[in-house]
C-alpha cells in the first residue's frame, strides 16, 4: 500500500512538474515573451523553466527539516498541496497580451511555488518506499517512487499531445494549452484521499516514540555525513540532466529538425515514459541482486556514449529512428540510473537524518544539472550555429563527474536500515 501510495503520489506531483516544462517547449515563448525572436523568446522559456529547480533546494531544506522533525506522511501530504495549487494557478494566468510584464514575472513565482513543492516531495517518497520495504527488495520498492515520474511525464506529455491534436493550432495556443494545467486541481484530491492514509515507516516511528530524533538533523547530517550529500549529489548530474535534455530539450530539438507542427517529439517521449513504467522498476529489481554500483556506473558511460548518436538521430528527421533513438537513451540507458537511485541514496544515509541528506544530495545535484540543462543546452546550440557539438560537451563533463561519485560511493543493497547509526559505522570506501 505505501509504495503505491507514492508512486500514485509522486505521478500526480510530476504531472504537475513536467507540464511546464512541455508548455516551455511548445507555447510558453509567444504566450509570455512575444517581443523577441523565437529563439530568444524559447530561452526565456527555459529560463524561467530553470528558475524552478532554484526553489528546490529551499523545499530540500524545509521539507527535510520537518521530514526528519515531525514526519514523512506530514510533508508529503503538504507538498501535494503545494504543487497543485502553483500549477492550477498557471492554468489561469493572463498572458503577457492581457497584462504585459506582469505576466511572465507571476509565471516566474508561480513556478517558484512549483519548485518548492517539488524539493519536498521525492525524499519523503523515496523514504515511505524503502524503509517499509522488505531488505532484498529495496531496490524494487523504491522504484514506485521513481516510476511515478514516468506516470507523471506520460501524463502530462499525453495532456498536451491531446490537447494540440483535439484542437486547431489557434485554438491550442489561444486556450487549449491550459486545460492540463487546471485538470491538476482534481488530481490532488485524489493524491491527497491516497497519502492520508499512509503510515510512518517503523524505523522512523519508533525514533519519535523514544524521542531520539535529531533536534537539527541540517546541522547533523552535514556535520556527520556530507560525504554521502556530495557523492547523491554528483551521482544526480549526469542522469538529470540526460533525461531533461531528451524528454524537455529533445522535444525542442526535433521540432527543428521534423517541423513545428509535428508532434514527433511527444509522441517520443511517451513512447519512452509509458516503457519506463517497465523498465525503471525492472533495473531497479537487478541492483537488488547485483548491486546498485555496478548498474549506475553502466547507465553513466552508456549515456555519456549515446547523447552524441542522439542528435544524429534526430537531425534525420526520421520518425521510426527518432523514437528508436528516445526508447534507448531513455529506458535503456538513462533508467540503469534511475531504477535502483530512490534506494541507494536512501542507504547511503541513517535514519535519523535521512530525509535531510536524501532531499539535499537529489535537489542540489537537480540544480546543477536538470534544471538549467534546457537552458544552458539551447543556449550552448545557439552559441554554435545551431550544431549540438557544445551541449555534447556540457553533458560528458556532468557524466564524467557522475561516473566518479558512483565509482567512490559504497555498495549499498546488503546494508540494514534501522538505526540512526547504522548507515553511518559502515566505512565509505565499503565495496561490497
Excluded at 534526430?314 to 523514437?323: K, M, P, Q, R, S
Excluded at 553533458?395 to 564524467?400: D, G, P, R, Y
Aim: glycine letters at 12%; hydrophobic letters at 50%; charged letters at 10%.
Amino acid at each position: 500500500m505505501v509504495a503505491i501510495g507514492s508512486f500514485v503520489g509522486t505521478t500526480i506531483e510530476w504531472y504537475d512538474f513536467f507540464l511546464y516544462g512541455t508548455a516551455a517547449a511548445l507555447v510558453f515563448s509567444p504566450l509570455f515573451f512575444p517581443d523577441v525572436t523565437p529563439a530568444i523568446g524559447l530561452i526565456a522559456a527555459f529560463g524561467t523553466y530553470a528558475v524552478g529547480f532554484l526553489a528546490r533546494p529551499l523545499g530540500a531544506l524545509i521539507g527535510g527539516h520537518f521530514g526528519d522533525r515531525i514526519g514523512r506522511k506530514a510533508m508529503l501530504v503538504t507538498s501535494l498541496i503545494t504543487m497543485g495549487v502553483g500549477t492550477a494557478l498557471i492554468g489561469a494566468l493572463p498572458t503577457y497580451d492581457q497584462i504585459g510584464v506582469a505576466a511572465p514575472l507571476l509565471l516566474v513565482a508561480l513556478r517558484l511555488v512549483q519548485g518548492f513543492g517539488v524539493g519536498a516531495e521525492w525524499g519523503g517518497a523515496a523514504l515511505m518506499s524503502v524503509e517499509t520495504a522488505p531488505p532484498h527488495r529495496r531496490g524494487l520498492y523504491g522504484s514506485f517512487t521513481q516510476i511515478g515520474v514516468s506516470g507523471g511525464m506520460l501524463l502530462a506529455v499525453g495532456a498536451f499531445a491531446i490537447a494540440r491534436t483535439s484542437l486547431s493550432p489557434p485554438e491550442f495556443l489561444a486556450w487549449g494549452w491550459r486545460i492540463p494545467f487546471l485538470v491538476s486541481g482534481v488530481l490532488v484530491v485524489v493524491g491527497f484521499i491516497i497519502r492520508a492514509r499512509l503510515v510512518e515507516p517503523e524505523s522512523f516511528a519508533k525514533m519519535k516514540e523514544d524521542s531520539t530524533l535529531s533536534e537539527r538533523p541540517l546541522v547533523d547530517v552535514v556535520k556527520k555525513e556530507r560525504r554521502a550529500v556530495w557523492l547523491s549529489a554528483g551521482m544526480r548530474l549526469s542522469q538529470n540532466a540526460v533525461y531533461y535534455l531528451y524528454t524537455t530539450f529533445g522535444i525542442a530539438y526535433i521540432a527543428r529538425s521534423v517541423g513545428e507542427d509535428s508532434n514527433i517529439g511527444l509522441q517520443s517521449v511517451l513512447v519512452a515514459s509509458a516503457i519506463g513504467l517497465v523498465t525503471v522498476p525492472l533495473w531497479a529489481r537487478l541492483s537488488d541482486k547485483w548491486g546498485r554500483r555496478p548498474l549506475y556506473l553502466f547507465g553513466t558511460v552508456t549515456s555519456a556514449l549515446f547523447i552524441a548518436p542522439f542528435f544524429l538521430i534526430a537531425d534525420t528527421g526520421n520518425e521510426f529512428l527518432i523514437v528508436l533513438g528516445m526508447v534507448v537513451g531513455v529506458n535503456l540507458f538513462h533508467d540503469a540510473m534511475y531504477g535502483p537511485q530512490a534506494a541507494f541514496f536512501t542507504e547511503l544515509f541513517s535514519t535519523g537524518v535521512r530525509y535531510s541528506g536524501v532531499s539535499l544530495g537529489y535537489q542540489f545535484g537537480s540544480v546543477i544539472s536538470g534544471g538549467f540543462a534546457p537552458l544552458i543546452a539551447t543556449s550552448l546550440l545557439a552559441l554554435n550555429d545551431g550544431r549540438p557539438w557544445l551541449v555534447v560537451a556540457y553533458f560528458l563533463v556532468l557524466s564524467a563527474i557522475t561516473g566518479v561519485c558512483a565509482y567512490l560511493a559504497p555498495e549499498t543493497f546488503r546494508r540494514t536500515l534501522g538505526s540512526a547509526e547504522q548507515a553511518s559505522t559502515i566505512p565509505a570506501a565499503s565495496r561490497t
